[in-house]
């Protein structure tokens, strides 16, 4: 499963450098980006000897929990492959995980919503991902008002507006209406 993840990852993000990993402690992740990314450099003693270096900026932190039974004791944050990230927790993306699987019965366990077709899946999956960050705000990037208005004392953004994609949350009926550029 590492192998796969990794080198769908690299391909994906080919010529960009300093990809950032957060990961458990799983030893397979740090095993398969070593040699996953590697990049090579010929080596001027003979044509085709190559020497293999790691890409630069290439990193992989893992957020280790140690318990004791049920309860958490602590977590070790240790940067496994080169400089630790900024963000070493994977929060923000279980946070979107537990979205998706609240949002699409074909991600929960035990369940009789399966996504048969790849088209099917990707629509899906399009929609969940444009109603979390387009649609519906989130609590955390609230903006406390100067003054209240209407009886608001904050103003709602979505992951859009946040970033100054969007200047309004968007509604369904927007999506829909929105025209697309001919071809």
């Keep these: 499963m590492a192998e796969r993840v990794v080198s769908a990852t690299r391909q994906r993000t080919a010529g960009q450098v300093g990809i950032p990993y957060v990961s458990d402690g799983w030893k397979p992740y740090e095993e398969t980006i070593r040699t996953t990314y590697r990049d090579r450099e010929p080596s001027g003693i003979r044509p085709g000897w190559d020497i293999l270096r790691p890409t630069e900026g290439i990193r992989l932190t893992q957020a280790v929990k140690h318990r004791k039974g049920r309860r958490l004791i602590r977590v070790e944050v240790r940067a496994t492959v080169g400089e630790p990230v900024e963000q070493p927790y994977p929060v923000h993306i279980e946070r979107l995980n537990g979205v998706l699987r609240d949002r699409l019965g074909c991600l929960t366990r ?3 919503a399966f996504a048969k077709q790849a088209e099917l899946w990707d629509a899906l999956f399009s ?12 609590i955390a990037l609230r903006l406390r008002l100067l003054q209240p208005t209407k009886g608001h004392r904050y103003d709602q ?3 859009a507006i946040a970033i100054g994609l969007a200047d309004h949350s968007w509604t369904w009926r927007e999506l829909l ?4 550029k001919a071809h």
């Design 110 to 112: 035990k369940t009789h």
């Design 127 to 138: 929609l969940t991902l444009f109603e979390h960050n387009w649609i519906r705000p989130h």
């Design 157 to 159: 953004r979505t992951p």
């Design 177 to 180: 209406m929105m025209r697309g």
